[in-house]
Nanobody, 118 residues
Framework: QVQLVESGGGLVQPGGSLRLSCAAS????????MGWYRQTPGKQRVLVAA?????RTNYADSVKGRFTISRDKNTVTLQLNSLKPEDTAVYYC??????????????WGQGTQVTVSS
């Protein structure tokens, strides 16, 4: 089965930086797209950034120029710079993955809290 293991997150002051990492594993699976979503209480989970296996990236408008997503095989990293209080959320690692005998499906990490506050 697929596992997504996240690391990083925590408390940071406005203007500060954090790095989130997510390592994906799953025997025989190809991870087509990996990325990060975030969610605040009472709101839907929304895309922050994603990257394909070919390196194509996509960012939410609210984080363009501040966040950078990168990928090394099946590990995806999100560098968060110039953080704002409105970036406070639970960040979830995401992967769309499939195998020879498995149709592509969406998988999620357990979530990691990012809090931006003075």
């Amino acid at each position: 089965q697929v596992q997504l293991v996240e690391s990083g997150g925590g408390l940071v002051q406005p203007g500060g930086s954090l790095r989130l990492s997510c390592a994906a594993s799953g025997r025989g699976f190809i991870f087509y797209v990996m990325g990060w979503y975030r969610q605040t209480p009472g709101k839907q989970r929304v895309l922050v950034a994603a990257i394909t296996s070919g390196g194509r990236t996509n960012y939410a408008d609210s984080v363009k120029g501040r966040f950078t997503i990168s990928r090394d095989k099946n590990t995806v990293t999100l560098q968060l710079n110039s953080l704002k209080p409105e970036d406070t959320a639970v960040y979830y690692c995401y992967a769309n993955a499939g195998g020879v005998l498995t149709n592509p499906n969406d998988y999620w990490g357990q979530g990691t809290q990012v809090t931006v506050s003075s």
